[in-house]
């Protein structure tokens, strides 16, 4: 499903070179609950964006399907992020003047459903996640979980292939984590593949398995090739 | 969900931002509206004048300097009414249509106006043709022949328009339409002025100038009531030729040097210099609209970029490409062009149609025509000082959206 | 009213027309004195000098001054060269027994001094404000057509001037047609008719004026309406129809109410004051 080729990624900082990833090499299958852990500023966000076409590589390619992402242009990522890829992100990226209906309908609107269409699919995916008596609210009427849960309802409404998921509970207290983590699980179930990065070892432990990353290196994972490493396994 | 509802329900949400930079759109549009309604009409009233009066001849008093040719009369400086005669009596062509005036204020229940002393052709129309038969070998002129059969009441009330009037006895009044309305006047009634009662023979139709607030008397009488003597303030040529007007200014000026002789078309001149003068301000302004207002609208909608950096960020992450992003920034650039265009016209109009006529002294009627170019240039200058805010957003990159906290 | 200056030749033939359009003519009367007697000594010698078939020239002045002195000497002078058609009047328009000479001149607010030479049928043939010429006296007298036509014009009426004789072509017609015009219930209270011979040597300088040759061939009727500019030309054959024609137009033309554009003036919409035309009555 989702391939990363050896690919290197250096910022300059300062003018100073900083490398975000380094010769990391994935392979990803469909169906597969991968959790990316490791400590702050190790390359997990760094890997998942590269991974959703959202940033380019220095070297080394990413596949998504067979066919290389950053060889086509930024719309035509665009195009394919809209129609295989979700985003779940940590503060949770809701348009703040739009009611939570109307958030869950910006992918829909993306994808050219018509306006009918759109309301009754919206409608369903909120219901799916427990808002349905919330249609209505704008962000800054609803708890942080509430939030999470229209972002979770949004990033399903163009029923995504990938679900890449950033800290998805990062904000969350432990209650409302598991409920949005036990969702991931359901969406995994449905034959979704997902990627979540994630700090929370329960979290973690609901993936089936999980990649860790230091200092940019991909350092260990159940059934992972790592080329030219040694290998630590991680318990799952 | 779609473009319009994102637009319309973000400008909802930032209405401070709205309102002030839909504010500043009205404004310059109010301006330019105001301005090009008023001296439109303002030219068009000149047009009118030259195309009515443009054969006409003002003979004054040399001190006086004159900006409404309506009111040519309304001064303190005076001629010999003599010179009436001396022009009928030459051998200028042109010049049998005459109009003295002399004004003098009257007071009429706590109003005041103008008591106009005028001379009825009939008191000096034959002396025309005293200049012996030698008028016979003239050229054609005009042509035109007047046969005396206008009705009394129609030569009346063609006052105004014509100008001159055939017949007055010394205790017939004419009132102007202004001064009728307000007082109540009306054919057949008496009116005491500086202590003779006349009679009103005529109430005249309204003209939209300085006459409708006139009453028009027998010169002499008038003479008589004020004690001025045997003066003028005016002598009116009624020309019926621009040609022959034009060769009469010398020829009067040479009759009478004592006097200064104008045609409608220098009158009016300092009216076009106004105009003109209006015109180019509005072009300067436009320019200023464009410029600083597009200024203002391309440094708004910057800050809204920057304010949106994240929901960009997430709408690229969700799908939306860059043509979009575009689109939306643009789309709320011409929206708010829109609702400037609109308000500006609005309010701009109203403003040209109260104060237009204090303004410029001429009626100000809207012109729908001016929406679409006050819609054209709001739209226009919106849409282009958005341009690069919404190409810049459409080039941001959604991964530095998403570090920013 | 129809005035004709008879001359022996034209006589005759002018009588077989006169029987033809009789009822529709009215006969020559004896002229009317045009002023009162009595009212004034002004009018009263006004009137002596028209019972007497003489000019009359007035010399109206208001006060004693350098002006007015120099323009009585010049006035004296001239009338002593014309004593023998003229008679000379001195009219103080300040006097309260001049009055009515003043009023009947309409002259209180004129120039003054001012000297007018009048005709015996009562119109001005000249006039002179400020500075009377001794030299430009003769001026003063016209011919009796002109004289006829100018107190028409005086009293705001269209002129219809026929110019014929017993050797012109078209008289009859041009007679008819002139005569339908001024009897026609329109114009008759507004014009007149004037017939003149254009071989008569009098009349010459007037129909010089008129710019029609005393050798035209053809009867030549013109119009001329207040203050005295002519505003049609008619050669030969004329109808009624043609000649109320032209005074509608000329009447709604081109110019009503002032309201003239270039080249927007007179019927053929030409009004160049400087522009020449030929003189009628050429033979072709």
């Known amino acids: 499903m989702l391939c990363m080729e050896n690919v290197t990624k250096t910022y300059q900082l300062r003018r100073q070179p900083v490398t975000g990833l380094d010769r990391a090499t994935l392979d990803i299958e469909k169906g597969d609950f991968v959790s990316l852990v490791g400590p702050s500023g190790s390359g997990k966000s760094t890997l998942l964006l590269m991974l959703g076409g959202m940033l380019s590589p220095t070297s080394g390619r990413v596949l998504l399907d067979g066919h290389s992402l950053y060889e086509r242009s930024a719309n035509e990522r665009a195009r394919l992020r ?148 040694t290998v630590d396994r991680v318990v799952a | 969900m779609n473009l319009r509802t994102l637009v319309w329900r973000e400008l909802l949400e930032r209405k401070a931002q709205m309102l002030t930079v839909a504010f500043g759109i009205i404004l310059g549009m109010t301006t330019l509206i105001a301005i090009r309604t008023i001296s439109f009409y303002s030219e068009k009233a000149v047009a009118r ?357 | 009213m129809l005035r004709r200056r008879p001359s022996p030749a034209f006589a005759t033939c002018t009588t077989c027309l006169w029987l033809i359009v009789g009822p529709m003519l009215l006969a020559a009367e004896a002229r009317p004195n045009p002023w009162p007697v009595g009212t004034s000594p002004g009018l009263t010698s006004l009137a002596k000098a028209s019972e007497q078939n003489r000019y009359a020239y007035v010399f109206f002045w208001k006060a004693e001054g350098e002006a007015t002195q120099r323009n009585r000497d010049a006035f004296d002078a001239a009338l002593a060269t014309l004593a023998n058609r003229a008679d000379a009047i001195s009219v103080c328009v300040a006097a309260p027994e001049e009055k009515p000479t003043v009023d009947a001149f309409k002259v209180s607010r004129a120039p003054m001094p001012l000297v007018l030479a009048i005709a015996p049928n009562g119109a001005v043939t000249k006039a002179w404000p400020l500075d009377f010429q001794a030299a430009t006296a003769g001026e003063g007298v016209v011919s009796d057509g002109a004289a006829a036509c100018l107190k028409a014009i005086q009293n705001n009426k269209l002129v219809l001037v026929s110019v014929q004789n017993s050797l012109t072509a078209h008289s009859d017609e041009a007679l008819q047609a002139a005569a339908g015009f001024l009897n026609d219930a329109r114009f008759a209270a507004v014009a007149e008719g004037v017939v003149l011979d254009p071989a008569d040597p009098l009349e010459a300088r007037f129909l010089a004026d008129l710019k029609v040759l005393p050798t035209t061939e053809k009867a030549i009727t013109v119009l001329l309406a207040p203050p005295g500019t002519p505003v049609a030309t008619f050669v030969g054959a004329v109808s009624t129809a043609a000649i109320v024609a032209k005074v509608t137009d000329a009447k709604s033309g081109c110019c009503p109410d002032g309201k003239c554009g270039p080249g927007q003036c007179c019927p053929g919409g030409k009004c160049d004051p400087a522009q020449k035309s030929t003189p009628k009555g050429v033979s072709k």
């Open chain 2, 49 to 405: 004048e030259l195309d009515s009066l443009g054969a006409n001849v003002l003979v004054l008093p040399k001190a006086v300097s004159l900006q409404d040719y309506y009111a040519a009369d309304m001064h303190h400086e005076v001629i010999p009414e003599e010179y009436v005669m001396r022009l009928t009596m030459s051998d200028l062509q042109g010049v049998d249509n005459l109009s003295p005036k002399l004004c003098v204020p009257v007071t009429v229940a706590d109003r005041r106006y103008s008591l106009t002393g005028i001379l009825p052709k009939s008191e000096f129309q034959a002396k025309a043709a005293w200049a012996g038969a030698g008028i016979f070998s003239r050229p054609i002129g005009c042509g035109v022949i007047d046969m005396g059969d206008t009705p009394p009441e129609e030569d009346k009330k063609m006052l105004t328009r014509k100008r001159v009037i055939k017949d007055l006895a010394a205790d017939e009044i004419l009132v102007g339409a202004d001064v009728a309305a307000r007082q109540k006047i009306h054919e057949g009634d008496s009116l005491p002025l500086l202590g003779k009662t006349f009679t009103v023979i005529a109430v005249l139709p309204e003209t939209g100038t300085v006459d409708d607030s006139r009453i028009f008397a027998h010169l002499h009488t008038v003479q008589e009531l004020s004690k001025a003597g045997e003066v003028v303030n005016c002598i009116e040529i009624v020309g019926c030729c621009k040609e022959i007007a034009a060769g009469l200014v010398e020829s009067v000026n040479t009759l009478l040097p004592d006097a200064k002789v104008v045609t409608v078309k220098q009158v009016v001149d300092t009216q076009i210099t106004l105009n003109r003068m209006i015109e180019r301000l509005s072009q300067i302004f436009l320019a200023i609209i464009v410029l600083v207002g597009g200024a203002g609208i391309a440094n708004a909608m910057s800050a809204n970029v920057s304010e949106r950096r994240r929901e960009i960020g997430t709408l690229m992450a969700l799908g939306a490409e860059s043509w979009l992003i575009q689109r939306i920034f643009l789309s709320k650039a011409a929206l708010l062009g829109l609702i400037g265009g609109v308000g500006g016209y609005a309010i701009g109009t109203i403003l040209a149609v109260t104060l237009g006529p204090k303004l410029a002294g001429v009626p100000v009627l809207p012109m729908p025509g001016l929406a679409v170019w006050a819609l054209v240039i709001s739209v226009g200058v919106a849409l282009a000082a958005s341009c690069i805010p919404a190409w810049r957003a459409s080039q941001l990159d959604p991964v530095a959206t998403f570090r920013e906290t």
């Open chain 1, 82 to 229: 809209q129609r295989y890829i979700g985003f779940v992100f940590q503060t949770f990226n809701l348009v703040p003047y739009l009611t939570a209906i109307e958030n869950v309908q910006v992918p829909l609107y993306l994808g050219g459903v018509p306006p009918a269409e759109q309301r009754d699919r919206a409608t369903a995916m909120l219901q799916r996640v427990g808002l349905g008596n919330r249609l209505d609210h704008k962000p800054s009427e609803l708890s942080v979980g509430q939030q999470q849960r229209v972002a979770l309802a949004r990033m399903l409404a163009n029923d995504p292939a990938v679900i890449l998921a950033d800290e998805p509970t990062g904000n969350l207290d432990p209650e409302t984590a598991a409920q949005v983590i036990g969702f991931l699980a359901e969406f995994n179930a449905e034959g979704r593949t997902v990627v979540m990065v994630t700090h929370d070892p329960r979290a973690a432990q609901r993936a089936k398995r999980v990649v860790r990353l230091v200092e940019g290196r991909l350092v260990g994972d159940g059934g992972l090739t790592i080329r030219g490493e």
